[in-house]
Nanobody, 114 residues
Framework: QVQLVESGGGFVQPGGSLRLSCAAS????????MSWYRQAPGKERELVAT????????RYADSVKGRFTISRDNAKKTVYLQMNSLKPEDTAVYYC???????WGQGTQVTVSS
């Protein structure tokens, strides 16, 4: 069965960086696009970034353009989200999402605060 396991969240000061990972199993990883979403307290879940199956193309929410980078390693069946210049408004639970199977990971908490 499809399994998505996020890791890499934590507490960081404004301006800092974190790299999230999402390890995938149970499907042919290299055949599917992947996405990162986030949900802040009291807000709806929002799309952060998405990447094609080959990694050749990616799209970003306007709020993270120029600061976040989504990438993938198909050999490791892992998708990453490099987050730089973090802001307090980036505080949220970050989720890995596989659209083709409508599957979510359990989420990883990112807290940006001084």
């Amino acid at each position: 069965q499809v399994q998505l396991v996020e890791s890499g969240g934590g507490f960081v000061q404004p301006g800092g960086s974190l790299r999230l990972s999402c390890a995938a199993s149970g499907f042919t990883f290299s055949s599917h696009g992947m996405s990162w979403y986030r949900q802040a307290p009291g807000k709806e879940r929002e799309l952060v970034a998405t990447i094609t199956n080959t990694g050749g193309s990616a799209r970003y929410a306007d709020s993270v353009k120029g600061r976040f980078t989504i990438s993938r390693d198909n050999a490791k069946k892992t998708v990453y989200l490099q987050m730089n210049s973090l802001k307090p408004e980036d505080t949220a639970v970050y989720y890995c999402f596989l659209y083709s199977f409508d599957s979510w990971g359990q989420g990883t908490q990112v807290t940006v605060s001084s």
